[in-house]
T-cell receptor, first 113, second 113 residues
């Protein structure tokens, strides 16, 4: 089983839709969870991060972590064409003095006007 | 601030040729990374550095070498390019703690024919 699984999509939605992007993970040592957004022909940029289980909101974006189910989500409300990008989840752990960062493979999202 | 700058942006090589990709960051970050990104494979770590003068292997180091002679620069070398090294290469930098995000450059698109 891969440490982090992310549905690659592609996902195509109409403007204004609510989008749900998800990742599952197998390593319970992961503590810090991030979402990166990558526009076409650009590098990934950090969108949101969270430490704990529960929800974190930032404008139209909500990051949700369920550590008991090893499942994280990113919700986008009132999606816009400018949200069209690839979204990568990422998570880090600190075990035995070493740190590990693992990325999901990314989900490509297209928001149609 | 420029952030993370990668040069060149594009390059076409013939099999067996060599080249060096340059990454420069102006954020005084200790940690620097080289990733490659391929369709369906996500981001894969090639090599990384935890400080000036140090380097370490990542997930897919074969066929690549790196050097970190100055804190702000991280070079990725291909001594004898192969078609399997056709990819988009991303450099990233960070403070190195497990809860600090990575800052990415905009990539170098390399084609080996």
């Amino acid at each position: 089983q891969k440490e982090v699984e992310q549905d690659p999509g592609p996902l195509s939605v109409p403007e204004g839709a609510i989008v749900s992007l998800n990742c599952t993970y197998s390593n319970s040592a992961f503590q810090y969870f991030m979402w990166y957004r990558q526009y076409s022909r650009k590098g990934p940029e950090l969108l949101m991060y969270t430490y704990s289980s529960g929800n974190k909101e930032d404008g139209r974006f909500t990051a949700q972590v369920d550590k008991s189910s090893k499942y994280i989500s990113l919700f986008i409300r009132d999606s816009q064409p400018s949200d069209s990008a690839t979204y990568l989840c990422a998570m880090t752990s600190r075990e035995g003095g070493s740190e590990k960062l693992v990325f999901g493979k990314g989900t490509k999202l297209t928001v149609n006007p | 601030n420029a952030g993370v700058t990668q040069t060149p942006k594009f390059r076409v090589l013939k099999t067996g040729q060599s080249m060096t990709l340059l990454c420069a960051q102006d954020m005084n970050h200790e940690y620097m990374y080289w990733y490659r990104q391929d369709p369906g494979m996500g981001l894969r770590l090639i090599h990384y550095s935890v400080g000036e003068g140090t380097t370490a292997k990542g997930e897919v180091p074969d066929g690549y070498n790196v050097s970190r002679l100055k804190k702000q620069n991280f070079l990725l070398g291909l001594e004898s390019a192969a078609p399997s090294q056709t990819s988009v290469y991303f450099c990233a930098s960070g403070r190195g703690s497990y809860n600090s995000p990575l800052h990415f450059g905009n990539g170098t698109r390399l084609t080996v024919t």
